[in-house]
């Protein structure tokens, strides 16, 4: 059973860091891509970042480019998400997914974490 595992969101003030983590677990993650996407409130799923598992390839979302920085470490099998420069419109659930990597859609998600920028 895959199950991912975000932590590290919390409250922060405009122009601040944040550091997320997804913690995977349940299979062999070589073929996967991971994916973070967020959801504010009353607004539709954003995607924000991905990284293929395997080589390390990383794709970003236009309004976080050059601000959030996507990586993972195989060792703990954990994919981190570092945000920098943070703005209130960054404020969402941030949720983890996973997909095989020639798939279209993320098959599992995460339970998400809340991050929250005070302005």
């Known amino acids: 059973q895959v199950q991912l595992v975000e932590s590290g969101g919390g409250l922060v003030q405009t122009g601040g860091s944040l550091r997320l983590s997804c913690a995977a677990s349940g299979r062999t993650f070589s073929n996967y891509v991971m994916g973070w996407f967020r959801q504010a409130l009353g607004k539709e799923r954003e995607f924000v970042s991905s990284?293929?598992?395997?080589?390390?390839?990383?794709y970003y979302g236009d309004s976080v480019k050059g601000r959030f920085t996507i990586s993972r470490d195989n060792a703990k099998n954990t994919v981190y998400l570092q945000m920098n420069s943070l703005k209130p419109e960054d404020t969402a659930v941030y949720y983890c997914a996973a997909k095989l990597l020639l798939k279209k859609e993320y098959d599992y998600w995460g339970q998400g974490t809340q991050v929250t920028v005070s302005s």
């Open positions: 990284i293929t598992w395997n080589i390390g390839r990383t």
